[in-house]
């Protein structure tokens, strides 16, 4: 069967028009659906994902491990070309839509227009070309200037990045370097040429506290110079709450709550989202009394569980009444201004249950 996407194109055909309620995104990504077929059935890893990101805007991406972030984020950037991967919705990149477009096309904007910093740094680099080599490559690809230029900007960026003595270490390999620098050259290759977009997947995650302060500075004087929209995916709600202006919120290969930072930090309406924050280490908590973890396992991605994905873990899963929780799937619907969250509960349940049990004890 043919794939289509929501315009009801053919995906390899030219979708024609961007969506009309994305005025002003520099991406905007509509129904984006990537299942991959296996022998163990068809995992639904992304299943049916919508959000916009304006220039200079930052979004942020949580939820917990094999939610789809990474795979919405590689969807983005066109790197899940193989026969396994079936992929169906709009990505639209400053007025171009990406699904449907030539795949040479989207290497162009690859590393040009758009650029990533992956979670698994060592997938990013070759092990064969010396770092500075990638670097070089990655910017003369887009630039024309001699090699010389480009190393001395291949040799800036290493500085920019915190990696000591960068004039010798331009002339290293991926392996020499240990995890935290491997994963600082990569976000160097990342932003080398400017990107208008930037995805950033877990980008300081195994780097110390004063090296994360360092990049998340140099994602920002990205977005000031050069009006770049970035996604940051990360664990790390701190960092989160102290980059995004939006957050979405992935459970189960979907979108369960979106909106302003303010309003999912402040006025959450979904409870998966009142876990997560409740698992959120605080400084001026011990550890051990974290509270409302989110109990139980993320759902399969092959047996969704039937009506909300959240209903095994969901403490309020019995509140919506006639058992709707565990036979209709709720979808995302306003819950107020810049604000969505798909949850059965009624909007009076859920602001009751934040303000009296939810909210007092974070
Ligand atoms: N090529 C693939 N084939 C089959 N399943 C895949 C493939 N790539 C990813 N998946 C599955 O898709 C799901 C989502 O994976 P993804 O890497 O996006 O999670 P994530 O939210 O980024 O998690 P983490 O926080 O651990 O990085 C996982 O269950 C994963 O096993
Ligand atoms: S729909 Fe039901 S199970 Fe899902 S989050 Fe809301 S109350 Fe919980
Ligand atoms: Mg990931």
């Known amino acids: 069967m043919t794939e289509l996407s929501k315009t009801g194109?053919?995906?390899?055909?030219?979708?024609?028009?961007?969506?009309?309620?994305?005025?002003?995104?520099?991406?905007?990504?509509?129904?984006?659906?990537?299942?991959?077929?296996?022998?163990?059935?068809?995992?639904?890893?992304?299943?049916?994902?919508?959000?916009?990101?304006?220039?200079?805007?930052?979004?942020?991406?949580?939820?917990?491990?094999?939610?789809?972030?990474?795979?919405?984020?590689?969807?983005?950037?066109?790197?899940?070309?193989?026969?396994?991967?079936?992929?169906?919705?709009?990505v639209w990149l400053d007025g171009e839509e990406l699904i449907g477009a030539d795949p040479d096309h989207v290497r162009r904007l690859r590393g040009q227009k758009m650029a990533m910093i992956f979670q698994d740094p060592l997938s990013a680099m070759h092990p064969y070309y010396t770092v500075g080599a990638q670097i070089i490559e990655a910017y003369r690809t887009h630039n024309k200037v001699s090699r010389k230029v480009a190393r001395a900007r291949a040799?800036?960026?290493?500085?920019?990045?915190?990696?000591?003595?960068?004039?010798?270490?331009?002339?290293?390999?991926?392996?020499?370097?240990?995890?935290?620098?491997?994963?600082?050259?990569?976000?160097?290759?990342?932003?080398?040429?400017?990107?208008e977009l930037l995805i950033a997947d877990e980008p300081t995650t195994a780097l110390d506290v004063t090296v994360q302060a360092q990049i998340?500075?140099?994602?920002?004087?990205?977005?000031?110079?050069?009006?770049?929209?970035?996604?940051?995916?990360?664990?790390?709600?701190?960092?989160?709450?102290?980059?995004?202006?939006?957050?979405?919120?992935?459970?189960?290969?979907?979108?369960?709550?979106?909106?302003?930072?303010?309003?999912?930090?402040?006025?959450?309406?979904?409870?998966?989202?009142?876990?997560?924050?409740?698992?959120?280490p605080r400084l001026d908590r011990a550890q051990t009394e974290r509270l409302i973890p989110v109990k139980g396992s993320p759902p399969s991605l092959i047996n969704i569980p039937s009506g909300c994905a959240f209903n095994p873990r969901c403490p309020y899963a019995d509140v919506p009444k006639d058992n709707l929780t565990r036979t209709v799937r709720p979808e995302l619907a306003e819950v107020g201004s810049d604000h969505w969250a798909a949850c059965h509960m009624s909007q009076e349940q859920r602001e009751k249950i934040w303000i009296e049990e939810i909210a007092p004890k974070l």
């Not at 972030?69 to 070309?81: A, E």
């Not at 960068?166 to 400017?194: C, T, W």
């Not at 909106?259 to 999912?264: F, I």
Request: proline residues 4%; aromatic residues 6%; charged residues 25%.
């Open 9 to 90: 194109a053919a995906v390899g055909e030219p979708v024609e028009s961007a969506p009309t309620d994305a005025e002003g995104a520099f991406l905007s990504v509509r129904d984006l659906r990537i299942h991959f077929d296996t022998d163990d059935g068809l995992v639904k890893s992304v299943d049916g994902v919508s959000f916009d990101v304006r220039p200079g805007q930052t979004l942020g991406i949580v939820g917990e491990s094999g939610s789809g972030k990474s795979v919405t984020s590689l969807g983005i950037m066109g790197l899940h070309r193989t026969a396994k991967a079936k992929i169906s919705g709009e």
């Open 155 to 195: 040799i800036e960026m290493l500085d920019r990045v915190g990696i000591p003595e960068p004039g010798k270490r331009v002339d290293s390999y991926s392996h020499e370097f240990s995890g935290g620098m491997r994963q600082r050259a990569m976000i160097a290759m990342a932003l080398v040429n400017n990107p």
């Open 216 to 280: 998340l500075d140099l994602i920002r004087d990205l977005q000031k110079e050069f009006g770049s929209a970035v996604i940051m995916i990360t664990h790390d709600l701190g960092v989160v709450a102290e980059m995004a202006d939006d957050i979405l919120v992935m459970y189960g290969g979907r979108c369960i709550e979106r909106g302003s930072a303010e309003k999912v930090f402040y006025e959450p309406r979904h409870p998966y989202t009142w876990g997560l924050l409740g698992s959120m």
